[in-house]
């Protein structure tokens, strides 16, 4: 596994990666593991989305069951684990993460702001990784 095929999977699932961050205590995750928090990658993002089984069903919460049906085979394939912001209680504390992996602030009345996506971030996950994760692009400021 590397962190390019990871990012590879996710771009052709019109996926990206926002930030990532290193396992802390308070996560109550194994220690020494990477968590990376995985978005929309518009404006390839919605087109894969919209021709999915989820999208055209008729069921409740067709992007969280696409979310969870990709980002799990993703997290299969490579070792992983996968998390997501709907899942709980208890619930993971995805709020924590972007801000401890430096590619988001909270603006003054705590809405989340990413460094390229602004407000239009969201979370459609986040894979555990085993280790530390490889730095990217996407970890300069």
């Known amino acids: ?16 990666l926002l930030g ?8 109550d995750l194994p220690k020494g593991n990477s968590i990376l928090l995985i978005g929309p990658d518009e404006p390839a993002f919605w087109p894969i989305f919209s021709q999915s089984d989820e999208y055209a069903d008729g069921r409740r919460d067709p992007l969280d069951r696409w979310s969870k049906r990709i980002l799990t085979t993703i997290a299969k394939t490579h070792g992983a684990s996968a998390y ?5 209680p208890p619930f993971r504390p995805f709020f924590s993460w972007t801000l401890r992996c430096g590619q988001f602030w ?9 460094k390229d996506a602004g407000l239009f971030a969201s979370f459609r996950g986040a894979l555990l990784l085993p280790g ?4 990217t692009q996407a970890d300069q400021p």
Do not use: R, W, Y
């Not at 596994?1 to 990206?16: E, F, R, V, Y």
């Not at 997501?84 to 709980?88: A, N, V």
């Not at 530390?132 to 730095?135: G, L």
């Open 84 to 88: 997501f912001p709907s899942d709980g």
């Open 1 to 16: 596994m590397t962190h390019a095929q990871i990012l590879a999977d996710l771009s052709d699932n019109g996926l990206c």
């Open 106 to 114: 909270a603006s003054p009345i705590n809405f989340l702001v990413h």
């Open 20 to 27: 990532q961050c290193d396992v802390v205590q308070s996560d």
């Open 132 to 135: 530390k994760a490889e730095p």
